[in-house]
Every structure is written in C-alpha cells, then in structure tokens.
C-alpha cells in the first residue's frame, strides 16, 4: 500500500469547496482531480485547486485514483458509490451513506465482493470537543450514561442554501441529513442503539425559498419534516432526539447526557469544537479543563465567529486505516447502523411502533492528541 492515496472528488457543489481547501492538512491523501455532472462546475474547481477536471466516466477510469469522495445529492449516493465500487476504487460518502439500509447491505457486500473499503461522513464526532467528552465518560466522569435529550431544530434549509429542493425530497429531511451527526456522536459515545420510536409530520407542503438564486420559488414536501424520537441504546440508555424544520426558536442544548454520577452538556456534533461542560452530583456545572486536541482548535472564521473546521479528517482517517491495515473511525458498518438508526426513526413515525435495529457496530476508537496529530502533515 503506497504512503499516500490519489484521490479525485465526484460532485463539485458547494460542500467540495471544504474537502479541496482540508485536504492539503492532511496525511495519507493527494486530491488529483474532480467531475460533475455539469462539466462547468468541474471546471471551476478544477481550476481553483489546482486539479484535474474530468467527466464522470474519465475519473471512474482514472487509475491514479485509489479511493473517489462520494459528494452527490442523497438520492443519488447509492448509484454513485456502486459505481465508484465497481470501476475498483474505495469510496468515501458524505452523509447519508445511502437512503435506504437494503442499498447500504447492497454496497456492502459488493465492497467484500471486491475487497475494497467504504467510508462515509460525518466525522465531526472526531472533533476535540467530543473527543474530551468520549474521554470523560470513558474515565467514568459522569458513571454509566442512562439517559440524555438531543435537539437540532430550526426553520429550514431554504432560508440559506442556494438550490435547497433535495432536502425536502426522499432522502433529504433533517433526519437524514442532520440526523447522521447526532447519531454518531452517540455511538461514539454510548454504543449502538437497539430499538427506536418516533412521531413525524411536516407542518406544511410546500416551502417558499428565501435565500438566492431561487427566491420566491415554491418546493413541494415529500418528507418529514419534524420529527421526535427515543432510542434505546444497547447499553440500556434511552436518550430522545427531536429533528425539525419547522421551529423559529428555541431554547433547548444540542445534546445533554445524564449518568449514574453526574450529567455532560455537549456541544453541537455538526461542529468540531466547542464548549464540554459537566456536573457531579452536587449539580454544579462547570466547563471541562480545556486540553491540547488538534482538532478542536479554531481555523475558520464563521459568522459566529472563530471555528474548528477539520471536515475531511474521516477521510484522512480511512486513508491511513488502508495503509496501516487498522479500523476505520468513519467505518462501513457504522454508518449502515446509522442508516438503519435513521431510516427506522422514519418508519416507526409512518407506522406508529417501535423499530428493532438489524444492524449493529462498535464504538469507533477514541481519537487523542497523539493519534489526531498523527493524521496531520
């Protein structure tokens, strides 16, 4: 296995901008060239970095590549990857790996069929913040995690995005499209999950856009848009998780996990970074001590102000996992059981009962300061 893997991006929208900027970061990865369907779009970012721009067809054939980032619309990862499989190169997806867990199994036994490897995003749970909270509750910090509140809400995608019909088709939702960074934080943290519940609506039909170039265009619903969850962890956790587009406001944590011995406040798992806090059981609640992690120092400014921004690190991470012979942290069978996490919370709100998960994983090895620093160049 070479030191360095070729790799060339599927999709040049606007997520490709972070791995063409993020991957240079990184060990283990050269990007050495890009195709889209809209061979101007390629173009453009191919000539932005420095890159090779191709057709679908050429960077399939491409035999300087060894692994292709999946970043096509949801509805379109399943045919991608498995044609990214076929032509004999490893895959990494954005998220959702696939929508629907029957295309997951799919691209699974064909990468065994072929004896390649398919990552897939996020990998924010990689992030310094969430690394000291894995260390924390792993230390015993809080006892035996037994319950916990997740929330990701807000008025909706078509305020911000600039072609934002495909979150409101099948595929798209904030299940599965925030849904994937929640989920594997808690299996970072917690383990698999067991069963799931969940009530789903959408308080309309259609979506006004608001942003540009599409203002005042009208999008029809085809998915829901608001939905609360219980999880039932394998270890015996029960943690709810409520997803919604259609909240103006509110006043809930992102994540709290309550253990045995105290409660964890943990930052948003769509980021790298942020403020860890926790509490005994003398209810004080106080910040963690800040330690050293790479990943969760600022290296972007946002509106928000200075962010941690390691996207590409799951990626990083998947490329030293091949040369080294180890475990993926952004591993296959993870993001199947995320798959089947989701897509269950979304059967159980069509069916009114709980879901039962077929799929099961690991947690994925902790990542700390020495084992971060060394995805880095």
């Known amino acids: 296995m070479p030191k360095e893997l070729g790799v060339g991006i599927m999709g040049c929208g606007n997520i490709s901008t972070t791995y063409f900027k993020l991957a240079p970061l990184f060990k283990g990865l050269k990007v050495l060239a890009c195709a889209d369907l809209n061979a101007d779009a390629a173009t453009a970012r191919a000539k932005e970095y420095g890159v090779k721009a191709q057709s679908v067809t050429e960077l399939l054939k491409n035999d300087e590549l060894d692994v292709i980032v999946n970043l096509t619309i949801p509805a ?7 044609a990214i499989l076929t032509a004999g190169k490893h895959v990494y997806s954005e998220k959702p790996l696939t929508i629907s867990l029957a295309e997951g199994k799919e ?57 934002p019909g495909f979150f409101f088709q099948e595929g798209g939702g904030p299940v599965l499209d925030l849904g994937p960074y929640y989920i594997a934080n808690l299996i970072n943290l917690i383990g698999p999950v067991k069963r799931v519940a969940a009530l789903a609506t959408m308080a309309t039909e259609t979506r006004t856009i608001t ?20 999880l039932e962890f394998v270890s ?42 926790a509490s ?36 990083a991470d998947m490329a030293m996992a091949l040369i080294e012979g180890r475990d993926a942290r952004c591993s296959l069978d993870r ?15 069509e069916e009114g009962k709980f879901i039962e998960m077929t799929t099961t994983c690991s947690k994925p090895a902790a990542l700390g300061i020495d ?7």
């Not at 029960?238 to 997803?243: E, K, N, V």
């Open 76 to 82: 379109a990862h399943f045919a991608v990857s498995k």
């Open 107 to 163: 691209l699974a036994a064909l990468a065994k069929q072929k004896g390649l490897s398919v990552g897939c995003a996020p990998d924010t749970f990689m992030g310094g913040a969430h690394q000291l909270a894995r260390k924390y509750i792993d230390e015993g910090g809080v006892g035996q995690i037994t319950s916990g509140t997740c929330h990701v809400m807000s008025p909706g995608m078509e305020m911000w995005h600039p072609n």
């Open 211 to 230: 942003s540009e170039p599409l203002f005042g265009q009208t999008i029809q619903v085809e998915t829901p848009t608001n939905i609360h969850a219980l």
């Open 236 to 277: 015996g956790a029960t943690i709810t998780l409520s997803a919604s587009w259609d909240v103006w406001s509110h006043r809930h944590a992102n994540m709290e996990l309550y253990g045995t011995e105290g409660s964890i406040y943990v930052p948003d798992p769509n980021f790298f970074g942020g403020v860890v806090e």
């Open 280 to 315: 005994g059981r003398n209810k004080d609640i106080q910040p963690l001590e800040n330690w050293d992690h790479p990943f969760g120092k600022s290296n972007q400014e946002s509106p928000q102000g200075p962010r941690a921004n390691y996207r590409t690190a799951g990626l």
């Open 335 to 349: 993001a199947l059981h995320g798959i089947d996490v989701m897509t269950s919370i979304l059967k159980s709100g």
């Open 371 to 377: 084992e971060a620093l060394a995805l880095l160049r």
